[in-house]
């Protein structure tokens, strides 16, 4: 490596330290951005006994260089010489972990985690376990703040005297003065029990827990909530108990909502953590209670996880469990005051059918559907439609259909556009399940009225039904039910109307075949030429052009191409230039 | 984790998100909710309240004993969202509630000391509570319209009792302390993040009188303050009393002792300068400048750090903030001393002068007005010598270019001044500035041919490192095929390898890495 610094002197450091300090923020940040060329030009040796010093002493800037710094220096271990030097980069980066502003120090600190699996066990003890214990008596919270995120990479691979000093200052800081360092420590409290020996899991960790836990701020108190799920994961059973649940269930009755809130939100995990012994006893009532609780926001949070919770409970005696305890807790919900609420639990409650079986969805949860249904928040009946397809897993379609039909009919002319939407999505589906006579008869009115929506998104959406439904009933159906309206159409006063006949034909032109486009669709396309309003005309040099490839050659030359070439000397410029395109697409020239 | 985990708040609906429309009307219905207070539920069961004998019908000997039972009576809650949930037992607690205002304010000698548990224990049941999430996730303290406390009867009568009692001449401080403690006043503070404004105007006040009373309580709660603000600053960035906090400390500075302590030289370093970082910083900016300017005018030393201050956190985007620094900044100028201005007016018109080619006409003018403050411009005169030349340029050049003509007339006055002052340097100038425009250029240029010789330089040692790794690897491999490597050595050379491409890789284009392997 010696050979390849030669051309090093080419660079004066001066001349680079002037870049990095240039007056302007902008070319400042630059440079540091490139600071692996700087580093690579003054070569390993230069780089460490000259650039990081600067570094670390012109620590004062903007913060935007600072966190591009932070960055950088994670990735710098080459560029000082191999994991051998990689100490060196420590003194910037401590200084960036005291920093003020919170991306720079978690930057610093990413990047002090990044390099400490660089270090050897030696050096970790000699250099790095220091600093973290600079960083942890320092007199700013910020750099007690991020002491807290580096305790758990260095503990495993340190000697047992210089463990015993780690684990003393994280529970300094879990008692720390100021709540901001407290909440530092309570958010790394979970990975640090997962680094550490069992023995002092139930020893030291438990404790700490019990502490933050119990903290005189709630934003303390609910990062406790997140490390019991990893605490309880590393507890054996028969210790849980004593251990852990004392303080879960406090915090599911905590007086603040914030922290219920936590619980929760974290309840799968929870559960999971705890087993199925602990879920049938205690969890079961903890969670009627934060479905029913008195702030919204923890109702939604638990809503949004009945389905997890209930799938995740002991098979043996789950459907009982479901029946008896969170059942009637759910049936609440549907008509809560809440839409945040009934909007998370209609996210969810399909997902029981499945869990239920057939006999108990069409007892029990169809009602429940059928009201959120027609909830007066569109939100939740969105959220209904679009999760139909796992109760139709469960119950069959035709079940579902005379159920929900009027229902879904009713939903099909919402004022909510996008509900109209997420129904029409479902009309190939159930179109499919029911068969042709009994779509005839009930929802072939509705998918024809969606194609006159005074929305757009729907009268597009209706078109492309369309097509799929010829793709299942076939072409001879088509030609019976759908052509003849669609045609229909086109003598239209509305042009919007009329446009959409012109939409239809090109969707269903291929599904169709030859022989209607040929016969019934074609006619009705050269008429339209005439139209009087332009946006009509040039949609028929667009329909020609698209549907010009179902057409027979005679059909094209005697017919379309005459008409095309009569749109190409339109007054309007858009008419023309579509009318040449469907020319020279359709090779008619 | 910390700030997103602390405020959980509903996601925005996606239905809504697209829709666009439906969003406003609900975001109306909502504003004319009010909270219910999560306290209600914890109230065991609901007692019946029974009208007790007046205040001023008690003989004397009973009178204690009667304030107490109605101080106890008002301990009972009730709910407010149902309306006409236990009308009668509401209309109880709030005469009892009056009459304790009444008595409190009007009598004296009614607070004797058992009485102050009672009554420190009735404040506590009816104000702390863990205040509702917001109706409005989104809630902006300028556009919409806060969410009212619903329990406002009654919670206004027990402040205006609590503020009485404070006010009280019979209130002894020594036998408050012991109920009136650290753990009270952190949930004093706590209540500041209301969303209720009136809520918020009688904690200010009450905060005040304990600061002003309760000595032993004083730098606690600055220190509880102090984590607030911290809190917003680099945590969550909300807090609904910024500015009534503020307010209280801006007073609190004007009785702070001099020499200042070091504690109150870091609380304006640490706390208060950081505070013009948050976006919400036209709410409490004017009380803000405010202590800003106590600070200096207890104790001109500060001056610099304030300045220095301000120009690092001074606003890259936001011209709305910029208008307001540019504000504070004259403020802070208006009493400045002499010898301080000198300390700090390079990088300072440094600043103005980035502020005076401001394509936001609104925050080039509010930096030229500068030159319309009598004191500033004999600060400006006295230096000229300094002055001049940093902003000179920029005058010039914002003077032709300028889209805004008010701009451009502000400017040629501020041209016209400097010339009256300093005409010999103003001509210098003028010359030069052709001159030192091509010195830009080609620094411009020198640093432009720096930077591509380093870039070369960086491909070509990318190639020779990628190739001395690929040789090295090979002569490895050869020698593995014979020797079995052995795991217990982490740092031997093979773990170099890896480490090449990422850093070669991330800084540069060259594909040499990539095609070695």
């Known amino acids: 490596m010696a050979g390849a610094d030669g051309d090093d002197s080419l660079y004066p450091i001066a001349v680079l330290i002037d870049e990095l300090r240039n007056e302007d923020v902008q070319l400042r940040l630059n440079s540091i951005k490139k600071l692996s060329t700087i580093a690579l030009a003054l070569g390993v040796e230069r780089t460490r006994t000259e650039l990081l010093p600067f570094l670390t002493d012109t620590i004062y800037d903007e913060d935007e260089v600072l966190l591009a710094l932070a960055e950088q220096l994670g990735n710098f271990t080459m560029l000082v010489g191999g994991p051998e030097y990689v100490h060196c980069l420590l003194p910037p980066l401590e200084s960036l972990a005291t920093v003020e502003e919170t991306v720079v120090r978690d930057k610093a600190v990413e990047s002090l985690r990044k390099i400490s699996q660089e270090h050897s066990p030696v050096d970790l003890e000699v250099h790095f376990e220091p600093l973290v214990k600079r960083l942890a008596s320092g007199d700013w919270f910020t750099s007690r703040t991020s002491a807290c995120g580096l305790f758990s990479v260095c503990y495993p691979r340190v000697s047992s005297t210089v463990k015993a000093e780690i684990r003393q200052h994280f529970r300094t800081l879990c008692s720390d003065d100021t709540p901001m360092v407290r909440r530092a420590a309570a958010s790394k409290l979970g990975e640090f029990a997962k680094v550490l020996e069992l023995d002092y899991v139930k020893s030291d960790i438990i404790s700490l827990f019990t502490a933050l836990a119990s903290d005189e701020q709630d934003s303390v108190r609910l990062l406790a909530v997140e490390a019991c799920v990893s605490i309880a994961t590393l507890l054996p059973q028969e210790d849980l108990e004593s251990l852990v649940m004392p303080t879960l269930r406090q915090a599911a009755e905590d007086k603040s909502w914030r922290v219920r809130y936590m619980v929760a939100d974290k309840f799968s995990e929870l559960q999971k953590a705890v087993g199925p012994e602990i879920t049938k006893n205690d969890l079961v009532p903890a969670f009627q209670n934060l479905l029913k609780d008195c702030e919204a926001e923890v109702r939604a949070a638990a809503a949004n996880k009945v389905k997890e919770f209930c799938e995740n409970l002991p098979e043996d005696n789950r459907e009982q469990i479901i029946m008896t305890h969170i059942l009637p807790c759910v049936k609440e919900l549907v008509s809560d005051t809440n839409q945040h609420v009934k909007s998370a639990l209609a996210s969810v409650i399909m997902g029981l059918s499945t869990i239920l079986g057939k006999d108990n969805t069409i007892e029990h949860l169809l009602p429940l559907f059928l009201a959120q249904l027609k909830d ?80 757009y998104a729907i009268r597009e959406a209706a078109t492309c039904n369309l097509m799929k439904l010829v793709e299942k009933f076939g072409a001879e159906w088509a030609q019976n039910t759908i052509v003849p309206k669609v045609l229909g159409m086109a003598n239209d006063p509305n042009y919007l109307h009329r446009m959409t006949t012109l939409f239809c034909i090109n969707a269903l032109s291929e599904a169709c075949g030859q022989d209607i486009t040929t016969k019934q669709m074609l006619p009705v396309v050269l008429k339209m030429s005439n139209d009087q309003v332009a946006n009509v005309r040039f949609n028929v040099a667009k329909s020609l052009q698209k549907i010009g490839p179902v057409l027979d050659s005679n059909a094209l030359q005697t017919e379309v191409k005459p008409v095309l070439e009569k749109l190409a000397t339109d007054t309007d410029m858009d008419v023309k230039y579509f009318a040449q395109e469907a020319i020279s697409v359709l090779v008619l020239a | 984790t910390c700030s997103s985990s602390s405020t959980p708040n509903f996601s925005v609906p996606s239905a809504e998100k697209v829709d666009g429309f439906p969003r406003r009307s609900m975001r109306r219905a909502r504003q004319r909710r009010s909270h219910s207070s999560s306290q209600f539920r914890y109230q065991s069961s609901q007692v019946e309240l029974t009208p007790l004998p007046l205040l001023k019908d008690a003989p004397v000997a009973e009178l204690h004993d009667l304030f107490c039972k109605k101080l106890q009576q008002c301990c009972v809650l009730f709910d407010f969202l149902d309306c006409v949930a236990d009308l009668k037992g509401k209309e109880i607690k709030r005469a009892a509630l009056n009459e304790l205002v009444e008595s409190v304010a009007t009598s004296r000698g009614v607070l004797i000391e058992p009485l102050y548990p009672e009554a420190i224990k009735m404040i506590s049941v009816n104000i702390f509570r863990t205040l509702p999430p917001s109706e409005n996730p989104e809630f902006d303290p300028e556009e919409d319209e806060p969410t009212l406390e619903a329990s406002w009867p009654h919670l206004q009568l027990v402040y205006e009792f609590f503020l009485r009692f404070l006010e009280s001449p019979d209130f002894q401080p020594s036998m408050a302390k012991r109920y009136v403690d650290q753990k009270f006043v952190l949930q004093l503070l706590e209540l500041f993040d209301s969303e209720d404004p009136r809520e918020r105007e009688y904690l200010k006040t009450i905060l005040h009188r304990v600061y002003g009373k309760l000595l032993g309580l004083r730098a606690y709660i600055r220190k509880q303050i102090n984590n607030i603000f911290l ?110 201005f000198i300390r700090v007016q390079e ?171």
């Open chain 2, 231 to 340: 809190r917003f600053i680099y945590e969550t960035e909300h807090f609904n009393g910024v500015a009534e906090l503020l307010e209280i400390l801006g007073s609190i500075i004007n009785g702070f002792a001099l020499p200042l302590k070091a504690e109150h030289k870091q609380f304006l370093v640490r706390v208060l300068i950081p505070l013009h970082t948050a976006k919400s910083l036209s709410i409490f900016h004017a009380q803000l400048a405010y202590c800003v300017v106590q600070f200096m005018e207890k104790d001109a030393t500060v001056t610099e750090y304030i300045i220095r201050g301000l120009l690092k956190y001074w606003p890259k985007t936001c011209t709305q903030k910029e208008v307001m620094f540019l504000g504070e900044i004259e403020e802070i100028l208006d009493v400045i001393e002499p010898s301080q």
């Open chain 1, 376 to 455: 007066e928040c569109p939100e939740v009946r969105l959220n209904i439609i679009s999760n139909l397809d796992c109760v139709n897993e469960v119950i069959g379609i035709r079940q579902l259909s005379q159920s929900l039909l009027p229902a879904i009919v009713e939903l099909a002319e919402d004022a909510k556009w996008r509900v109209r939407l997420a129904i029409i999505e479902y009309m190939p589906l159930l179109a499919g399940q029911l068969g042709v006579e009994f779509f005839d008869e009930k929802l072939n009115t509705l998918c024809m009225a969606w194609l006159i929506d005074h929305v």
């Open chain 2, 347 to 517: 990088p300072l018109f440094k600043q103005i002068a980035a502020c005076i080619s401001s394509p936001h006409f609104q925050v080039a003018e509010r930096a030229l007005y500068f030159w319309n403050n009598e004191y500033i411009l004999s600060l400006i005169e006295e230096n000229c010598q300094v002055i001049l030349p940093l902003v000179f340029a920029t005058l010039y050049r914002v003077s032709k270019e300028h889209w805004n003509q008010t701009i451009v007339s502000l400017i040629y006055n501020v041209l016209k001044t400097f010339m009256e002052m300093n005409s010999k340097l103003f001509d210098d100038l003028t010359a030069s500035y052709k001159v030192e425009k091509q010195k830009e250029l080609k620094r411009d240029r020198e640093r432009a041919d720096l930077w591509r010789g380093l870039e070369e330089h960086q491909d070509r040692r990318m190639q020779m490192l990628t190739e001395a790794a690929r040789n090295q690897r090979n002569l490895q491999e050869r020698g593995e095929r014979g020797d079995p490597p052995s795991p217990s050595s982490p740092q031997t050379s093979h773990s170099d390898q890896p480490e090449l491409k990422p850093s070669g890789a991330s800084s540069s284009s060259s594909g040499g890495g990539e095609s070695a392997t």
